[in-house]
């Protein structure tokens, strides 16, 4: 805390001289020598000056851009990855935008913006329940207009209104293999983000890869958020904005002292969908904290529905996200190690914790299972999380999903095991979250006793539903099968014009926040992500 | 270098080892440790000679080869744990010799371990269900810690009451996609009774040329009624009504699988069952049958569908 409020302070005085030059001349992108004098006559260095600055090169960020760029600002996008896309570029693509859209309208699906509203208000409905109404209602009467927006913007959509709701359709994969991330099974997103991306670039948006926000910067006296810090490399680069910071981070999922915030169960064993790719690090959120910045909506973040959390869809490799299957022609393949054991029928396996015990019907998918997962593992030490799940099974199981259990399907390298009997077996098990060795005996009499239920027909313990297959024929396997964690549901408190909102319910002037860094409207994915960066972008371009 | 009246005095090195030996090892494996030597007076102790000597007095002659980066000369020793268990004991001696014309002292290192029997485990699999009072079979496999081989060693299985229901031998190889795994066949009478029956797996082993820790296992079975009639199930594709082989079929405990027709013919006993159709790509389907007589069942199954969870969630 005291090292914060140390950094707050020095940039405080830093900036107390900025105050006289605010509202600095042009739009236009000055080099790295511009430096700008204040009357006291010290100098204060900016690298770099645009009119809107945006951390985060993802949906929300490029969608933000875009905006920004049409409404005649200069833009500059700071991202700290290697390549754009965020997320975004990794995702499945499936865009939700209603409320009459040319699509919706050409698959004679009749959609307001009323109705949207009305759906995302239900109080009979987790997701909508604990909805800002406000922030719903922008996201209601801009839903169908953001659709065509992308349009023009180069995004191209398969001609479909799906989902339950039939505001839902997919976008075209991105047809440049090289500029892929990850093509397999279908990575749809791709053609979201490089459409924005493409458009961003050709609007003028500037794109500086390798830069890491680090903090922001406020005028002292007026608070105003005039400029951000970014490490390149090691290398600190300070912009200015001339009008607007726009947080376009992407959430916090990946952060665990941050998601613990919310529920303190979340200890690091648990893994985000999108990683290795991008990170959910909440950048955005503590730099705008430390401002003094609200979170919002948290209620969202810890209602057991949407899709925070899920069952591993591919075991065996670090990240087995559903959707997310790693495929070794991916220019990542070398950080994502193995694509994982997929289409799982949970008859043809156990699950068990770090002791080797089972806890729960494997078979089961919805939030008892994961409050199973994430109960006490009984280390005395680690007492929160509920420790790494280990699916365990043998070759009978191999032959019948038809699995090839080797590299690079399994990650021998902490995530998958094989030994030709049990006991072997959990002495081989070995993980940087794996805080007790597993006994050869528990396993052993876990399976026996499993085995028993299946002659039995019946899981006395946890009610699996008829328990099928004995596990029993050497060689045996242990698979990493820790639930994954997804989205971002809460954020940062933001007003409709996405500006953020500090803890006396003031607007942060000059700061706004967008994507699954935003709270309020816990939407999953792409729809609100370009949406509100839409808003966020054209607030800022228009401010003074 | 000091003169005195007796001439220049030898040089004192110091011996250490690089990693802490092991404080246990398994009887007859190897310990591969690291040996620094050095001189206090900064002699290069290359080529000097080190010696291993083990509790039966039997030593074993080294050479100081690799020079250390934090100076001073080491040699990769390895040493073999004794075949008996309880404390050994080994020295490392650095004889009096003459290195860089000087005279080195003579000095030596201690260290002791204590060394346990092999460890063994097993696996019990091939476990059928049997109908009451017929033979069965089931395999059972060991492995040893330090991959001894087992072939011919005697695996006894018991009943809950300690009544002995069969033995049989380790065959001579270990098992393909096994490490060292020797596997074994115990034929077994199934009770005269249905039921779910329990049994415990022993392996002592004898006359194997070092001590190994005994292990044990349970498996259960279930014995089941003698079947009577045949249900024939034959299981086409709900959409094109083509017939689907390699499903497993399920009544009850008897089960079948589907030849390319479609058909399973399983033979059960009379009573009601859940009858059950399993292949990975198929939807599972499930439904109860009550059987009197010989019959005959048409079962239409899906493909399975493959869940996008985006689709699912985007929506509750
Ligand atoms: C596997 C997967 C499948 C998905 N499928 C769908 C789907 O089908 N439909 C749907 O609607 N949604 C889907 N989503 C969710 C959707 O992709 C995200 O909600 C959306 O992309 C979030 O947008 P964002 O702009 O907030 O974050 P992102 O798109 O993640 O972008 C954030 C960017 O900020 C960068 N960044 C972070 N910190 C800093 C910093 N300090 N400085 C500079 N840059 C920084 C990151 O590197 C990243 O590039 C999916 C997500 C995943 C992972
Ligand atoms: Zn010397
Ligand atoms: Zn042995």
Redesign the pocket.
């Known amino acids: 805390m005291s090292k914060d409020s140390k950094k707050r302070s020095i940039s405080r005085r830093d900036f107390v001289r900025q105050g006289a030059t605010a509202g600095l001349s042009g739009a236009a992108v000055v080099g790295l020598a511009a430096r700008e004098t204040d009357e006291g006559g010290s100098q204060e260095q900016w690298d770099l000056t645009a009119d809107v600055v945006i951390?985060?090169?993802?949906?929300?960020?490029l969608s933000a851009a875009i905006e920004a760029g049409d409404l005649g600002a200069s833009v500059i996008i700071?991202?700290?990855?290697y390549d754009?896309?965020?997320?975004?570029i990794?995702?499945?693509?499936?865009?939700?935008l209603g409320g009459g859209t040319s699509r919706q309208r050409r698959q004679g699906v009749e959609d307001s913006a009323d109705a949207v509203f009305e759906y995302w208000t239900r109080p009979n409905n987790l997701q909508s329940r604990y909805t800002d109404r406000d922030l719903t209602r922008v996201y209601a009467d801009l839903s169908a207009e953001t659709f065509e927006w992308m349009v023009e913007n180069g995004v191209e959509f398969l001609d479909e209104a799906i989902g339950p709701d039939r505001r839902n359709g997919r976008t075209v994969q991105w047809p440049v293999y090289e500029e892929l991330i990850t093509s397999y099974p279908t990575r749809l997103?791709s053609g979201l983000?490089r459409a924005l991306e493409k458009s961003a670039r050709a609007k003028g948006t500037e794109i500086l890869l390798l830069?890491?926000?680090?903090d922001l910067v406020q005028e002292a006296d007026s608070k105003r958020v005039i400029g951000l810090v970014?490490d390149n490399e090691g290398r600190m680069v300070r912009i200015r904005a001339n009008k607007g910071v726009i947080l376009?981070?992407?959430?916090h999922t990946s952060n665990v002292a941050f998601r613990r915030m919310f529920d303190p169960r979340l200890t690091e064993e648990y893994q985000t969908?999108?990683e290795p790719y991008?990170?959910?690090?909440a950048?955005?959120e503590v730099a705008a904290m430390k401002l003094g910045a609200a979170l919002w909506g948290t209620a969202s973040q810890t209602m057991e529905a949407g899709n925070w959390i899920s069952k591993t869809a591919h075991i065996g490799c670090q990240w087995g996200?559903s959707?997310?299957w790693w495929q070794p022609d991916s220019p990542i393949f070398d950080k994502a190690r193995a694509s994982g054991l997929s289409n799982v029928d949970w008859q043809n396996v156990i699950l068990v914790k770090q002791t080797g015990r089972r806890f729960h019907d494997e078979t089961d998918a919805g939030h008892d299972f994961f409050a199973a997962c994430l109960s006490y593992s009984g280390d005395p030490i680690k007492k929160n999380g509920g420790g790494p799940i280990w699916a365990i099974f043998d070759a009978d199981a191999v032959r019948r999903q038809e699995w090839d259990p080797t590299p690079p399907n399994v990650d021998p390298a902490g995530y998958f095991f094989g030994a030709d009997t049990l006991t072997e077996l959990a002495g081989r098990i070995y993980n940087p979250n794996q805080t007790q060795r597993m006994q050869g005996g528990v396993l052993e009499q876990t399976l026996a006793r499993y085995n028993t239920f299946v002659d039995q027909g019946v899981d006395a313990d946890f009610g699996k539903p008829s328990p099928r297959y004995k596990i029993q024929t050497p060689p045996f396997y242990a698979a990493w099968s820790t639930p994954i964690l997804?989205?971002s549901l809460c954020g940062l408190r933001v007003d409709t014009r996405c500006r953020v909102i500090d803890l006396e319910e003031e607007v942060i002037e000059g700061l706004y926040c967008?994507?699954?860094?935003m709270g309020g409207f816990p939407q999953?994915?792409?729809?609100r992500?370009a949406l509100f960066?839409r808003v966020a972008g054209a607030y800022a371009a228009r401010s003074a | 270098m000091r003169g005195g009246v007796d001439g220049p005095r030898p040089h004192r090195p110091t011996i250490e080892l690089l990693e802490s030996f092991p404080t246990e090892a398994q009887v007859g494996t190897t310990i591969d440790f690291t040996v620094r030597v050095s001189c206090h007076e900064g002699c290069d102790l290359g080529g000097g000679v080190l010696e291993v000597v083990d509790a039966d007095g039997t030593v074993q002659t080294s050479q100081l080869s690799r020079a250390d980066v934090e100076g001073g000369v080491v040699a990769d020793l390895s040493v073999k744990a004794p075949p008996r268990t309880g404390a050994a004991k080994w020295a490392i001696g650095f004889p009096e010799q003459e290195i860089g014309g000087c005279v080195h002292e003579e000095g030596s290192l201690a260290f002791t371990c204590e060394v346990l029997p092999h460890t063994t485990s097993m696996a019990i699999w091939g476990v059928p269900t049997p109908m009451k009072g017929s033979r069965f079979t089931v395999n059972v496999g060991i492995k040893c810690s330090a991959l001894c081989p087992l072939g011919g060693q005697l695996v006894e299985i018991w009943d809950g009451e300690g009544v002995k229901l069969g033995e049989g031998r380790l065959g001579d190889e270990p098992r393909p996609d096994t490490v060292g795994l020797y596997e074994g066949e115990v034929t077994l009478t199934a009770p005269d009774r249905t039921g779910v029956f329990s049994a415990s797996v022993g392996f002592s082993p004898d006359e194997l040329d070092l001590p190994h820790v005994d292990t044990a296992g349970d498996f259960t079975f279930r014995c089941v009624e003698l079947p009577e009639h045949t249900v024939t199930v034959r299981v086409v594709h709900e959409e094109i009504d083509a017939p689907l082989g390699d499903i497993e079929v399920r009544l009850g405990p008897y089960q079948a699988m589907t030849d390319s027709e479609g058909v399973a013919g399983v033979a059960v006993a009379k009573g009601t069952y859940e009858l059950s159709l399993w292949r990975i790509d198929i939807e599972p389907v499930s439904m109860r049958v009550k059987v009197t007589g010989d019959t005959e069942i048409d079962v239409a199954a899906a493909p399975r569908r493959i869940v996008d969870e985006?689709e699912e969630r985007?929506w509750m």
Request: net charge negative; aromatic share 2%.
């Open positions: 951390a985060g090169a993802g949906t929300s960020g700071v991202e700290a990855n754009c896309g965020g997320h975004g990794v995702s499945g693509g499936r865009v939700n997103g983000v830069h890491r926000m680090t970014t376009a981070t992407g959430g969908a999108g991008s990170e959910q690090t950048d955005g996200y959707s997310l997804h989205d967008v994507g699954e860094a999953h994915g792409l729809g992500c960066g | 985006d985007m």
